[in-house]
């Protein structure tokens, strides 16, 4: 079974601090993403990676860094959090085909709060 | 945007009925995917339907997919009270990273027993 899992489930930070959010899968894919998910807006993409040390900015960067230093972790940070990124976000891996177009399979998501 | 847009927002039905659930995106697709989302849960992938498929089926699933209209539905038959979820779907094209989703907005689902 297909498995990517994150850190937490639920996270409470304080505004302007730096907060990591961790996502591991043991799939051996080589696509991950990060995306926040907020209610009336969807999913949005902040960042995905297709390789080691790779990664490029996906819809919403502004805020956020990723970090990619192995391939089956893919780290999202925000460098000082603020309300505005009290969310759900999201983490999803798939195979990179090439051609594009698998699957992704999601984390379980963290739900975090920044007061 | 790229995004799709699912039609009806919300949909709430009998247990024993079908669901149906419309998506209608911009742009020329790779392929189509349905997610299901349980509340304040991760997503779980549905279904896949390429560009060049027009029907698929996966147990209580039917996805069809018009490109010329630009648009999918999503059927579940004989639903239950488990099937209530959100139901997202998303597209991955051509013209952006061809490993990127692009997703709707969601329709909520409810089955009522």
């Known amino acids: 079974d297909v498995k990517v899992t994150q850190s937490s489930r639920y996270l409470v930070k304080r505004t302007g601090e730096k907060v990591f959010l961790e996502c591991v899968q043991d799939m051996d894919h080589e696509n991950m993403f990060w995306y926040r998910q907020d209610p009336g807006l969807g999913l949005r993409l902040i960042y995905f990676s297709y390789d080691v040390k790779m990664k490029e900015k996906g819809d919403i960067p502004e805020g956020y860094s990723v970090s990619r230093e192995k391939k089956e972790r893919f780290s999202l940070i925000l460098e000082s959090a603020s309300t505005n990124q009290t969310s759900m976000y999201l983490c999803?891996?798939?195979?990179?085909?090439?051609?594009?177009?698998?699957?992704?399979?999601f984390g379980p998501g963290t739900r975090l709060t920044v007061t | 945007s790229q995004q799709g847009e699912e039609d009806p927002q919300a949909l709430s039905i009998q247990e024993g009925e079908n669901a149906t659930m419309n998506c209608s995106y911009k742009?020329?697709?790779?392929?189509l995917q349905w997610y299901r989302q349980n509340s304040g849960r991760g997503l779980v992938h549905l279904i896949l339907i390429r560009s060049n498929e027009r029907e698929k089926h996966s147990g209580r699933l039917r996805v069809t997919l018009d490109t010329s209209k630009k648009s999918s539905s999503l059927l579940i038959t004989a639903s239950r009270a488990a099937d209530t979820a959100s139901y997202f779907c998303?597209?991955?094209?051509?013209?952006?990273?061809?490993?990127?989703?692009?997703f709707g907005t969601g329709t909520r689902l409810t089955v009522i027993p």
């Open positions: 999803a891996s798939s195979f990179n085909t090439g051609t594009g177009g698998y699957e992704q399979y």
């Open positions: 742009t020329s697709i790779n392929n």
């Open positions: 998303a597209t991955v094209s051509w013209q952006a990273g061809a490993n990127n989703l692009f």
